[in-house]
């Protein structure tokens, strides 16, 4: 497969990246569907399986915007504070279930919703959280000890019930 040359459909993983951040910028796209032929129109061929990659790896999250619909959008940065008042909003409105096993704990979420939530966790830099994994409706993440796992566990129970 070429990638030089400027041969259509031969953008770098960059260049397509970026393409993808002006397509959600001023469109409303809610499926990786959409998004992919949103990039065909635009003489990008790619599969839907890169643009899942390329939506984790931009750290898109989908956002309501009412009657059950959503949209992707850029994942916003925002401050400390920013973050832990907008993870208390998402686990109220998006969190159905934390468990745990030892120091690792399972957030189950709406469909759609755990990079949001997650990415958002990261953003807090807790000591006490080691990292996240997240796919369409659940997290995983790895606490330091299995005592703050279980502390972790109790806040994040008071986040759900605000």
């Known amino acids: ?5 400027g041969m259509p459909g031969s953008l770098s993983k960059e260049q397509r990246q970026k393409r993808i951040q002006d397509i959600i910028a001023r469109e409303s796209v809610s499926t990786q569907g959409e998004l992919v032929e949103r990039l065909r129109q635009g003489g990008i061929r790619v599969t839907q399986a890169t643009v899942s990659r390329d939506i984790n790896e931009l750290r898109l999250v989908r956002l309501p915007v009412g009657k059950g619909r959503h949209r992707y959008a850029l994942a916003q940065t925002t401050g400390h ?9 998402l686990f109220q409105n998006f969190v159905h279930d934390v468990d745990r096993g030892e120091n690792m704990l399972v957030i189950r979420t709406a469909e759609g919703h755990a990079s949001g939530v997650a990415l958002l966790l990261d953003r807090v830099r807790r000591d006490d959280i080691v990292g996240t994994i ?19 566990m109790e806040e994040f129970h008071a986040l759900m019930l605000g």
Not at 81 to 89: G, H, Q, S
Not at 144 to 152: K, L, N
């Open 81 to 89: 504070t920013d973050a832990l008042e907008e993870l208390a909003r």
């Open 134 to 152: 997240a796919g369409e409706d659940t997290i995983f993440v790895v606490a330091r000890t299995t005592a703050e796992a279980e502390s972790i």
């Open 1 to 5: 497969m070429h990638t030089m040359g």
